[in-house]
């Protein structure tokens, strides 16, 4: 699962690969700091790819609730 998070990071919000991984481990390791820098990031990268803010925050709010569950 943590596979798709990075894929779906890369492919919406155009993360690198590295980028991917800190986003995984900030969702894993649920720091809060870091998740809101990784919003700015994932809903600034999505808007450029042409997809709205409220989208891409709810996109990220759906990406943040399923680490929640699925991160060990």
């Given at each position: 699962?943590?596979?798709?998070v990075m894929q779906i990071a ?63």
């Amino acid at each position: 699962y943590q596979e798709q998070v990075m894929q779906i990071a890369q492919e919406l919000a155009g993360y690198s690969l590295g980028e991917a991984d800190l986003l995984r481990r900030a969702m894993g390791k649920k720091i809060r700091a870091e998740m809101d820098k990784q919003r700015e990031r994932f809903v600034s990268g999505a808007m450029e790819r042409g997809v709205g803010k409220p989208q891409a925050d709810f996109i990220f709010d759906l990406l943040a609730k399923f680490a929640d569950y699925g991160f060990n």
